[in-house]
């Protein structure tokens, strides 16, 4: 079975510091996909990321990066220097092809960034 | 850009009504989907639908049911809505069925549901 852990819930940090949001995925397939969508306050899940399970180099873009290693089954993100606009809901998705794309997400991490 | 689009931010309904949800996107896109947000669940997989008036079941489809009659609008149903359905619905589209994933689901805004 499919399943996406984000363990944590709700973190809270300051302006400036870093951050990362823990994503530990479940899968018995050998090619799927990695996502990390982000659902600011307006609701509407915007795209961050997608990564193929034999593409295991970091990635970094302006102030986010992630991580994928696929010995510990993770794919965590880190947003670096955060803003208070980074403040959201972040969701990590596995995707897999099962007649039909299918995406499985975590259970979503909600990051309050204070001033 | 992409839009998707959602008949209702709000919507407040009684236990028994039949409710519709709808979702139109303007991107000729083939595949939709319905999902629903719970907190502590994230999103689930209520039924998608690759092409117009095909539809398939996803992971929690008991009570709902859905429509797709032109490629561009995909509508969920509630039968008969009960409290358990009190909820975060969100719609998805994206070009085409392909393994690669090549392009991402674009979300609508959402529809937040309370069965009363």
């Known amino acids: 079975a499919q399943k996406v852990t984000q363990a944590q819930t709700e973190i809270s940090v300051v302006e400036k510091e870093d951050v990362t949001l823990d994503c530990v995925y479940e899968?018995?397939?050998?090619?799927?996909?990695l996502f990390w969508y982000k659902q600011p306050p307006s609701g509407e899940l915007v795209f961050l990321i997608r990564?193929?399970?034999?593409?295991?180099q970091n990635e970094i873009s302006g102030r986010y990066s992630w991580n994928f290693q696929k010995s510990t089954s993770s794919f965590n993100f880190t947003i670096t220097a955060s803003q208070v606009v980074d403040s959201a809901v972040y969701f990590c998705?596995?995707?897999?092809?099962?007649?039909?794309?299918?995406?499985?997400f975590g259970q979503g991490t909600r990051l309050t960034i204070n001033p | 850009d992409v839009k998707v689009t959602q008949s209702s931010r709000y919507l407040v309904k009684r236990t028994g009504e039949k409710v519709f949800l709808e979702c139109v996107q303007d991107?000729?896109?083939?595949?939709m989907f319905w999902y629903r947000q719970d907190p502590g669940l994230g999103l689930r997989l209520i039924y998608f639908?690759?092409?117009?008036?095909?539809?398939e079941k996803g992971d929690i489809p008991e009570g709902y049911s859905v429509s797709r009659e032109k490629k561009e609008r995909f509508s969920l149903i509630l039968e008969s809505a009960s409290t358990n359905q009190t909820s975060m619905y969100l719609c998805?589209?994206?070009?085409?069925?392909?393994?690669?994933?090549?392009?991402?689901?674009?979300f609508g805004p959402g529809t937040r549901l309370t069965v009363l």
């Open positions: 990564r193929n399970s034999f593409d295991e």
């Open positions: 998805a589209s994206t070009t085409s069925n392909d393994r690669l994933f090549t392009d991402t689901q674009y």
């Open positions: 998705a596995l995707g897999q092809f099962q007649g039909a794309q299918k995406l499985v």
């Open positions: 991107m000729d896109h083939e595949n």
């Open positions: 899968t018995r397939d050998t090619t799927y996909y």
């Open positions: 639908s690759y092409d117009v008036k095909m539809k």
